[in-house]
Nanobody
């Protein structure tokens, strides 16, 4: 089992920046491919970004490419999502995800989910 706890959400004005974090516990963090998803009100959960076990490879959704950056610190068992140039349409609950393999994370079917942190971008 892997436990994931997100933090860092909040209210930010359009054009601003925010970094959300996800702390993992329970198993060897570096064995897990990590990802971020988000779910806006009335919409389905969507993929935002993912990062490989070592952090050498990252994937970003087209909607956030160039604005959001995923990173990880295996020594701290934490994955981050740095969000810049935020837009009102980025408002959502952001979820952390983990799986031992890359495909489940990319496809949105990871083995483990956090409970989410709310990010609200005001216009």
């Amino acid at each position: 089992q892997v436990q994931l706890v997100e933090s860092g959400g909040g209210l930010v004005p359009a054009g601003g920046s925010l970094r959300v974090s996800c702390a993992a516990s329970g198993r060897t963090f570096s064995n897990y491919f990590m990802g971020w998803f988000r779910q806006a009100p009335g919409k389905e959960r969507e993929f935002v970004a993912a990062i490989s076990w070592s952090g050498a490879t990252t994937y970003e959704a087209d909607s956030v490419k160039g604005r959001f950056t995923i990173s990880r610190d295996n020594a701290k068992n934490t994955v981050y999502l740095q969000m810049n140039s935020l837009k009102p349409e980025d408002t959502a609950v952001y979820y952390c995800a983990a799986d031992g393999s890359v495909r489940p994370v990319i496809r949105g079917t990871p083995g483990f989910w956090g409970k989410g942190t709310l990010v609200t971008v005001s216009s």
